[in-house]
């Protein structure tokens, strides 16, 4: 078995409070440096830059994963995760019907730029990204699963958009076997306080900014079989693991 360091919380510049330096190939490039092997891109209700992000990570031997950060009609955020590129396209597609549109105020909240594999704006999400959808928290994993996708409750330990400060608790209800967590000094006290002996915790950086991304070392990581050759047997092993804890 080997360690895998990963990070499946990352932003770019389509998100509206991600930094215009957070482009595609500045995210895979700093993977790279930072000894992180799999990355994932999860921009606030959109994947339309992933595949950009796919070829830039494959130039620096970064393995992809294509997601979103959804935010539900509770205005919670979740973290979804898509075993294909296409898979997560297709999510995308089927959550750009329940948006709630706003014109977005650029002036305000950011820009929203779309990016191709070489880092040139090809276009603008007109439309606010962050706020709410009309997919419910309960709705939300299975809706990803529909497109073979994962989805758990986003960074639990902090209190916007956080599960346990909008709910009060843990939506144990729901039937999640995921989580993330910010801090991984909270772990302790969030196993204990809201029970989650049976949730395997994740953690990622949710980072907007590119010196918000952490050294390998810093993150979690997966221990996965030796013999994994190409990208896609990596991301096969990853939702294995992901869906057995």
Not at 75 to 101: G, K, P, Q, S, Y
Not at 150 to 169: K, M, Q, S, T, V
């Amino acid at each position: 078995m080997s360690r895998y360091y990963y990070d499946f919380h990352v932003h770019s510049c389509l998100s509206p409070c991600g930094d215009a330096d957070n482009t595609p190939n500045n995210l895979a490039g700093m993977a790279f440096l930072n000894g992180v092997r799999i990355m994932a891109l999860t921009d606030h209700n959109s994947s339309r830059n992933c595949p950009a992000f796919f070829a830039a990570a494959r130039r620096y031997g970064v393995v992809p994963i294509a997601g979103m950060e959804l935010t539900t009609a509770e205005d919670i955020h979740a973290v979804c995760l898509f075993e294909t590129l296409e898979d997560a396209l297709a999510f995308n597609d089927e959550v750009d019907t329940r948006r709630i549109r706003i014109k977005n105020r650029e002036d305000i909240f950011g820009e929203q730029l779309l990016l191709d594999e070489n880092d040139n704006v090809v276009g603008h999400e007109e439309d606010l990204l962050i706020n709410a959808t009309t997919i419910s928290l309960d709705e939300a994993p299975l809706l990803a699963e529909k497109y073979g996708g994962i989805c758990y409750p986003a960074h639990i330990d902090r209190p916007a958009n956080g599960a346990i400060e909008i709910l009060g608790d843990f939506p144990h209800y729901v039937g999640f076997h995921l989580a993330e967590l910010h801090d991984r000094s909270n772990r302790d006290e969030y196993v204990r306080t809201y029970g989650l002996e049976g949730i395997r915790l994740l953690f990622s950086s949710d980072a907007h900014y590119l010196d918000q991304l952490r050294e390998g070392d810093e993150n979690d990581w997966l221990e996965l079989d030796d013999d994994l050759d190409s990208e896609e047997l990596v991301r096969k092993n990853v939702f294995e693991v992901l869906r057995s804890s």
